[in-house]
């Protein structure tokens, strides 16, 4: 009786517990099963634009989202070797309007704990720590997952939510270990009073400069401020979280200006990634076995639409199933279908942004300058109108509504 065996989502991150909490909504049992000993992210921020949002509401966590959510007021643009403004965008009552939802900044910890309340909340999912996931075997009316150390896990379905390393992906794909961009990146959260007090602003700010840039939030209602600092250092290994000294995150940035430089010298606790994705791919499912999130198309951070592609995944999902699931194969080549245009260009999009907006230097940089400072606010709302304006369903829901 396969109809009666749950759905198996690998990985516990924002886009399994999405994935789980969209299944749920449309009655579905899933078991998510996580490498960690506890479910839980790294305490730093991520910026969430209006498709997240429309995510949240479809996925039953629109309250509890917002509620987490610091709603800063611009997405400012500086030039870190002049210290000079580039440009603003207002993210107020028009925006909001023009997409029907906010720009927002929240702690990782914050938006993984929402997701996970629903899931810990919900008689349809059950969530097992521990699990390390190997690989998959599917017989074409089950999908079984396959666990270190452990029985394997038989479902009625299987979808790899496990990252940038996903086992399923490497046994589906084959295409080894990700594109390391060479981007050192450092992180720190820090006390506002720490905060040099001139940058107290409530925005997204983005300082850029010749194979750099500098990021500033507030967060947690303004309690704390997100620092990312990133480096263009031809970084030839992964790394993920290592602890790092001030020192070695000021490495560099003697060209930019003192303004933009002192908010490394503000900085504790950093903490170092390097900068990895991969090549857009036009098939993330196998029969009964699917991608979701960073296991399918992991990107550079640069459009700050990583997480939020991954909860629209999880939206496409559970609207798949509940429209095709009688026939899971079918639900699964609708769901990539659905997906895979969308997130291959915001994957593209993201290695541009960082080389012609994050990173140009000279000519290209004054090029840069002349453009953005040229736009208004109404030219931005409907250039990035195709990303916010979507939770990536909806031209797609209304054809299969129509057929
Ligand atoms: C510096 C930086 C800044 C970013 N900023 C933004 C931003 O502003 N906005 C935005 O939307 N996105 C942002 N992102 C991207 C975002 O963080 C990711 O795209 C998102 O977290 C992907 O979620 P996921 O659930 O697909 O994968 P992950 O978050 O990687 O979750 C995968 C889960 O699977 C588990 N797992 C891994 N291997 C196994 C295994 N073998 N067995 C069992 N479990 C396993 C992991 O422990 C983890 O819990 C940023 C990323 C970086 C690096």
Redesign the pocket.
């Known amino acids: 009786m396969t109809q009666e065996l749950p759905i198996i989502i690998?990985?516990?991150?924002?886009?399994?517990?999405?994935a789980a909490c969209g299944l749920a909504r449309k009655g579905q049992r899933s078991i998510v099963?996580?490498?960690?000993p506890q479910?839980g992210?790294i305490g730093?921020?991520?910026?969430?634009?209006p498709n997240?949002f429309h995510c949240f509401d479809y996925l039953g966590v629109g309250d509890e989202a917002r509620s987490v959510a610091v709603y800063i007021d611009h997405l400012r643009l500086m030039d870190a070797q002049t210290a000079e403004d580039i440009t603003s965008i207002p993210l107020d009552d028009p925006f909001r309007k023009f997409y029907g939802n906010p720009y927002a900044?929240v702690h990782?910890a914050d938006l993984h704990g929402v997701l996970l309340k629903f899931c810990e909340t919900s008689p349809l999912v059950d969530i097992r720590t521990n699990?390390?996931?190997?690989g998959y075997e599917q017989d074409g009316t089950s999908a079984t997952l396959l666990l270190k150390d452990r029985e394997p896990l038989k479902g009625r379905f299987l979808i790899g939510?496990?990252?940038?390393?996903?086992?399923i992906r490497g046994q589906m794909i084959g295409d080894g270990e990700p594109r390391i961009s060479g981007h050192a990146?450092y992180?720190s959260v820090i006390p506002t009073e720490q905060m040099p007090e001139d940058l107290r602003w409530n925005a997204a700010t983005l300082w850029a400069g010749p194979k750099c840039h500098i990021v500033h939030y507030p967060l947690k209602g303004g309690k704390v401020y997100n620092l990312?600092v990133t480096y263009h250092r031809d970084e030839k290994e992964a790394i993920a979280g290592k602890p790092v000294s001030k020192e070695d995150v000021a490495q560099g940035f003697e060209h930019i200006h003192p303004r933009a430089r002192q908010i490394i010298e503000h900085g504790t606790d950093w903490k170092q990634?390097v900068?990895c994705d991969r090549d857009p791919i036009s098939n993330w499912v196998d029969g009964r076995v699917a991608l979701?999130?960073?296991?399918a198309h992991?990107?550079l951070?640069y459009f700050?639409?990583?997480?939020?592609?991954?909860m629209e995944d999880a939206v496409a999902l559970s609207h798949c199933i509940e429209n095709h699931g009688q026939d899971i194969e079918g639900a699964l080549q609708r769901y990539q279908q659905m997906r895979m245009v969308r997130t291959a260009r915001v994957q593209m999009n993201s290695r541009l942004i960082g080389e012609y907006i994050y990173h140009p230097d000279d000519a290209k940089a004054a090029v840069r300058n002349h453009v953005m400072r040229s736009m208004g606010a109404d030219d931005w709302y409907r250039q990035l109108n195709w990303l916010y304006g979507s939770n990536g369903l909806d031209a797609a829901a209304a054809t299969d509504a129509a057929a």
Do not use: K, N
């Open positions: 690998a990985g516990g991150g924002i886009g399994g517990l999405a099963v996580e490498q960690a479910l992210e730093a921020g991520i910026q969430i634009g997240a900044v990782r699990h390390v996931v190997t939510a496990e990252g940038l390393r996903s086992p990146t992180r990312v990634w900068l979701l999130g960073d296991s992991p990107m951070q700050a639409q990583g997480a939020c592609m991954a």
